[in-house]
């Protein structure tokens, strides 16, 4: 499907493209969630995505951030709204709850948590032709001419390609991690977005396996990790890497939360 | 006077508040500049400001951060805007230059140098009052009643009390550091902010006391140091500090920038 959905005990992640309206769904969503597994709160929630090039051909409410926070402000008393990168370039937009932490509201032990995305733009074009049905008979076929398969070994893979171009995929692996890659190929407004929660200690290698599958013109790189979590001590090591290959950093963020860490960082290749 | 202005040899500042429009000044100043000193290179630049309360009562292109980015984007090639902090509560808006550093593009060695900016709304009514013609018959009062005049030893102050009420000060001290402050005391957007360069490693107490000397509901901090500056440790500090006396911390976020690295934290009381 064009969209990925991952359900597990207490998490439900979503995640659309194109002009789908994500955040109508969460008043039903909570009902359901209500009506069928009996949680009625909200631990935590990440309303994340990159700056549209075209935000007015989106719908309502997602024409602006801001109309976004207003509707999300509706539902959580503590929500935070944040842009890591430039206003007036490439940036990040990431909702999330951000309570107060008070001297009696201290956070229990975290099961270790972290998840990784690359969000790539201006895309090799050779690359992208690897997914349109004139140079892909199958969605396998593309998954594997392309490396995709290779990205994460040990992912169980569910990947679909689309008519006549255009592609997504979702991996789980026995332990219970997902990857999930969605790709636009047409020249342009070529993206691909890769997420994941695979626990590392330095994402560097993966970073770069993508990087070198994809040759994105230039990328926003995104890591949350809690105290608890492998990846805790990955910004530090991503402090002192002001360049992937030919990719070259522009801006590196780092915001603290309650229980998660998040590193914002964007790359291009020189000259951008 | 109502405004800061300091001159040094390749450095200018200017500080306003109200409705002042201090970036139309830009393209008069770069020419006098050029008139008058010789340069037609801007090195570097800092325009930042905290969300205002009534951004409608502002004159444009100050009635939005965009179209503050849109007219400085007009002078700057490589101008960057970030907006630290949350969206929809509280942040702080910057402007600076950040050109992407390529191999041939290594700075050569700073001078040391910092900024500390303290932005303080919400304050003790008491305290407010001293900035007032009614409690203190002079500026001079002002700054020894209400203990401006120790925040930094061994400053030469140049104060200023309006009528009926407001104040400002700048200090410079013989080894060429400044600090300025500027008071609107008015209970319903009771604002102070403090600004200096003095070189310090470790900013805390000079935190705590400006904390202690006006009593904000709620602060954004901010510090810009680069590589060769004693506080360039300083946000590491900074960092294990979850609150300062009664002020708690709800937000940290870091930047690195060309030649500086920028910490921004906001503390409010608790309750805010």
């Not at 790189?221 to 070259?248: I, Y």
């Amino acid at each position: 499907s064009e969209s990925s959905m991952f359900v597990a005990r207490h998490r439900f992640i979503l995640k659309t493209c194109g002009t789908t309206t994500p955040l109508q769904c969460l008043k039903p969503l909570m009902l359901l969630v209500e009506q069928y597994a009996g949680f009625d709160e909200v631990e935590d929630v990440f309303y994340s995505r990159k700056n549209f090039k075209r935000p007015d051909l989106q719908m309502s409410p997602h024409q602006a951030f801001e109309q976004e926070v207003a509707l999300l402000d509706t539902f959580f008393k503590d929500g935070a709204a944040y842009c890591l990168g430039t206003v007036n370039h490439d940036c990040w937009y990431l909702y999330t709850l951000n309570p107060l932490e008070g001297e009696n509201n201290k956070q229990p032990y975290q099961e270790p948590d972290q998840t990784l995305e690359i969000l790539m733009s201006d895309l090799d074009l050779e690359v992208m032709s690897i997914f349109t049905r004139e140079e892909s008979s199958s969605a396998a076929e593309a998954t594997q001419k392309s490396g995709i398969e290779k990205l994460i070994p040990n992912m169980k893979i569910d990947d679909f390609l689309f008519e006549p171009c255009g592609y997504s995929m979702n991996g789980i692996s026995k332990n219970g991690c997902y990857m999930t890659i969605h790709i636009t190929p047409e020249p342009d407004f070529s993206y691909v977005s890769f997420e994941s929660n695979v626990p590392q200690a330095s994402y560097k290698d993966v970073i770069s396996r993508v990087l070198e599958t994809f040759h994105p013109g230039k990328f926003v790189l995104t890591v949350f990790a809690n105290k608890t979590s492998p990846a805790a001590e990955f910004p530090r090591e991503l402090e002192k890497t002001p360049a992937f290959g030919d990719w070259l950093r522009h801006d590196i963020q780092y915001c603290r939360f309650k229980n998660y860490d998040l590193t914002y960082a964007f790359y291009s290749k020189f000259p951008s």
